[in-house]
């Protein structure tokens, strides 16, 4: 059974659900997500969604390239999973960064609230995920592991920018 919009949390508005597909969305068994939620994707995107999927409320699913829930996959409230930048940084010696990257979440994995999953991701089988925490790139952890971040700033690329005349992406 799919079930989409319905409402599980009483503190997030009964607003249903908002579909924007371009893509592909592939069911491969029970999924449930709540309300408040909205799911986009671009062409020739797919979003794969394993068994046993529950997404309590405020969902947001941006997809333009790939991204997979395997099975087992709970997620609580206001997450958002985007596997996109919507635009292109320009590295010093002037080639363009993609801008964009699949994500992946391995199966028995319980996501916690407002959680950001961000392009190039990688999730282990059997992994919790604290709440609030920014996850990009392949997560270095067990399976049968908590992670989460600490919210500290700190310098992630040096030598990089965004080119306000040239933001746009070419999915290939």
Known sequence: MIRLGNNQVSIYPNTGIMLELRGKIIFNGRCSIGNNSYITTGNNSIIEIGKNFSATTTLRLVCYD??????????????????????????????????????????????????????NTIVPDNTVIAAYTVLTGKVDAFEKTVIGNEHQCKVLARGRWLDIDDMEIFYE
Request: charged share 20%; net charge positive; proline share 2%.
């Open 66 to 119: 790939h991204i997979r829930f395997n099975d087992n996959v709970l997620i609580g409230w206001n997450c958002l999973f985007m596997d996109t930048d919507f635009h292109r940084l320009i590295r010093s010696d002037g080639k363009r960064v993609k801008g964009y990257g699949p994500i992946s979440v391995g199966c028995n994995t319980w996501i916690a609230n407002g959680c950001r999953i961000m392009k």
